[in-house]
């Protein structure tokens, strides 16, 4: 018999005195015993200090043993400790009530010792093979969980670099990406509610919604340094090749996709607002000039994060500008920009927008940091000034 076996503790529950001590002398050679003479003491007993099996009557006043195992089964402490009644009742009803309520074992009095040792050395062996197993198996369940949090930080943390990069050749900084997906979410929870979007937006979709946010511009990365850095304002032809930055970061996305061979939900929702976010609800807005319902969600949510924050952010090229301008600004696009709804909201969010603003807004550094690179590829702070 396995050496742990010899070191289980048991808890013997009676209300006889004798059977007490019968059960206690067959059993202590192998065995710590512990003994209760009542269904209150013994539950006490089995939440403060958890034996490895429990051997319990059913006749005994004030509880009985059914109440017991029923007690002992609902409760996540003990419920996974076995249960053997030792009983003088021998009706199959009486067996079939115990079992129902969880018992591992039924055993009629007067007690057959061998059989009594059999039937504990059979259980504590199951239960050492079940606690074996739980083990195992929480173990890998943690490994699980530990190494798809890393895959997932692994995730994020890669996508926030390729938008950081593609940032790194624009007029704005990484806090940008971080604003806009702390204003998207925002959004997003508070329409999620709203009869036209609740279906687009429940929790799940709003977390990827958050994750996929930073590649809205990603498409930048297409663009000529001449054009994208212009401090100025773009000529016709020179904005025509801006504007393909939105269907450049879309077929960047889908690449990936087929790369991948698969359809990926976190991609989908990249993709929509990487082509999506400059339509405009009144359908002038490009590449593809949607109008209203037609532009997703996700794009529509977007166009008022980047347009705010585009407005009351410092750049190389101009000051900031307060909430309240970019505030005016979303009002007076409200029907032609923007969707209606995500104005309201918008204006719902105003102490929001603004806090988010004040937690991620941009430090001298990374100002400097674009002056640095816009230097480096030939364009002067002074032009940018």
């Not at 009676?14 to 003491?41: C, F, M, W």
């Not at 079940?130 to 895959?151: A, F, G, K, P, S």
């Amino acid at each position: 018999m396995h050496s742990t076996l010899h070191k289980a503790t048991l808890l013997v529950v009676d209300d006889t005195p004798a059977n007490l001590t019968l059960i206690s002398e067959l059993l202590a050679e192998q065995y710590h015993v512990r003994v209760a003479t009542s269904g209150e003491k013994a539950l006490s007993l089995a939440q403060r200090s958890l034996p490895d099996l429990i051997l319990l009557d059913v006749m005994m006043p004030d509880m009985d043993g059914y109440e017991v195992c029923r007690r002992l089964k609902s409760d996540e402490r003990t419920c996974a400790i076995p249960v053997l009644f030792l009983t003088a009742k021998h009706q199959p009803e009486d067996e079939r009530n115990g079992l129902e309520l969880g018992a591992n074992d039924f055993l009629s009095k007067p007690i057959n010792p061998p059989v009594l040792l059999a039937r504990v050395q059979n259980q504590l062996r199951l239960k050492a093979a079940t606690d074996l197993l739980r083990n195992q198996n929480d173990h890998l369940d943690q490994q699980v969980l530990i190494r798809t949090r890393e895959l997932q930080a692994v995730h994020d943390v890669t996508v926030l670099a390729l938008a950081s990069l593609a940032e790194t050749r624009d007029n704005e900084t990484g806090n940008h990406l971080l604003r806009t997906q702390h204003y998207v979410r925002v959004l997003a929870e508070r329409l999620s509610q709203h009869p036209r979007f609740a279906q687009h937006l429940d929790a799940a979709s709003i977390e990827l919604l958050f994750k996929s946010a930073p590649l809205h511009d990603i498409g930048k990365v297409g663009i000529p340094d001449r054009i994208l850095l212009k401090p100025g304002r773009f000529e016709p032809q020179e904005f025509e090749i801006m504007k393909r930055h939105a269907r450049l970061g879309y077929q960047a996305l889908v690449k990936a996709e087929e790369l991948l061979g698969q359809e990926v939900p976190f991609l989908r929702v990249a993709k929509e607002i990487a082509l999506c976010h400059h339509e405009k609800w009144d359908g002038n807005g490009y590449p593809q000039g949607l109008v209203g319902e037609e532009i997703p969600v996700s794009a529509r949510l977007m166009a008022v994060a980047d347009v705010y924050d585009a407005v009351i952010s410092r750049r190389v090229y101009k000051p900031e500008m307060p909430h309240e301008k970019a505030a005016a600004i979303i009002r007076e696009g409200s029907g032609s920009h923007f969707d209606p709804a995500v104005v309201v909201a918008f204006f719902e969010l105003e102490d929001t927008f603004k806090e988010i603003a004040k937690r991620y807004a941009d430090d001298d550094e990374s100002l400097r940091c674009k002056v640095d690179y816009q230097e480096l590829v030939g364009i002067s702070s002074d032009a940018a000034a």
